[in-house]
């Protein structure tokens, strides 16, 4: 599996952006997806995750209430909608995609990752 993430820009307190990530390969409805986010000078950080199996959703409490993670499987694609966005959310941030069928949280349990698209925050 193949993952290429997009959507990430410079934006304002408050403001908005999607991120999508597209994935290649016919067995993408079969994976858990989730997103993740790294700050300069801190550590890979859980953000959101969807199942394959049921479209369970799981959220970083930082986020929750303010992303939205979603996913076409016709498209091959997993979004995360950002809403409210705080300079605090400023990082790059990455999609992965695990085969176990349950919400995961660790990085771990991610078998596939793609490259990051930059979000910037500005006060």
């Known amino acids: 599996v193949q993952l290429q993430a997009s959507g990430g820009g410079l934006v304002q307190v408050g403001g908005s952006l999607r991120l999508s990530c597209a994935a290649s390969?016919?067995?993408?409805?079969?994976?858990?997806m989730g997103w993740f986010r790294q700050a300069p000078g801190k550590e890979r950080e859980f953000v959101a995750a969807i199942t394959g199996s049921d479209g369970s959703l799981y959220y970083a409490d930082s986020v929750r209430g303010r992303f939205t993670i979603s996913r076409d499987n016709a498209k091959n694609t997993v979004y995360l909608q950002m809403n409210s966005l705080k300079p605090e959310d400023t990082a790059v941030y990455s999609c992965?995609?695990?085969?176990?069928?349950?919400?995961?949280?660790?990085?771990?349990?991610?078998?596939?990752w793609g490259q990051g698209t930059q979000v910037t925050v500005s006060s």
């Open positions: 390969g016919r067995t993408f409805s079969s994976y858990t």
């Open positions: 992965a995609a695990a085969r176990r069928q349950a919400i995961v949280v660790a990085t771990a349990f991610y078998d596939y």
